[in-house]
């Protein structure tokens, strides 16, 4: 599986961002897709996941941040509203083969590029 992530910029703080990560080479729908951010200097940090239709969310994000999946595109997608300085990371998408939604970074099998989201104070 080959993923490509796109989507992310240069925000002022308060605004929104959709991330998309598109998925090749194999269907998209038997995987948990995780979307992984890394700031400097800190540990990588899974945002929000999806295995069926219902998202798991870090605390950090939850309430601000929306994961949903197009299997028919082949593609996930992260909605970032009232985004915060904190939020500044590079952010990947990640996908492993599973009946249940993956929340642990390390257990994900397949990595796309990363696409940096800089939110400005």
């Known amino acids: 599986v080959q993923l490509q992530a796109s989507g992310g910029g240069l925000v002022q703080a308060g605004g929104s961002l959709r991330l998309s990560c598109a998925a090749s080479?194999?269907?998209?729908?038997?995987?948990?897709v995780g979307w992984i951010r890394q700031a400097p200097g800190k540990e990588r940090e899974l945002v929000a996941a999806?295995?069926?239709?219902?998202?798991y969310y870090a605390d950090s994000v939850k309430g601000r941040f929306t994961i949903s999946r197009d299997n028919a595109k082949n593609t996930v997608y992260l909605q970032m509203n009232s985004l915060k300085p904190e939020d500044t990371a590079i952010y990947y998408c990640?996908?492993?083969?599973?009946?249940?939604?993956?929340?642990?970074?390390?257990?994900?099998?397949?990595w796309g590029q990363g696409t940096l989201v800089t939110v400005s104070s």
């Open positions: 990640a996908a492993v083969q599973s009946v249940m939604v993956v929340t642990t970074p390390i257990r994900y099998q397949y």
């Open positions: 080479g194999r269907t998209f729908s038997g995987y948990s």
């Open positions: 999806i295995r069926w239709s219902d998202g």
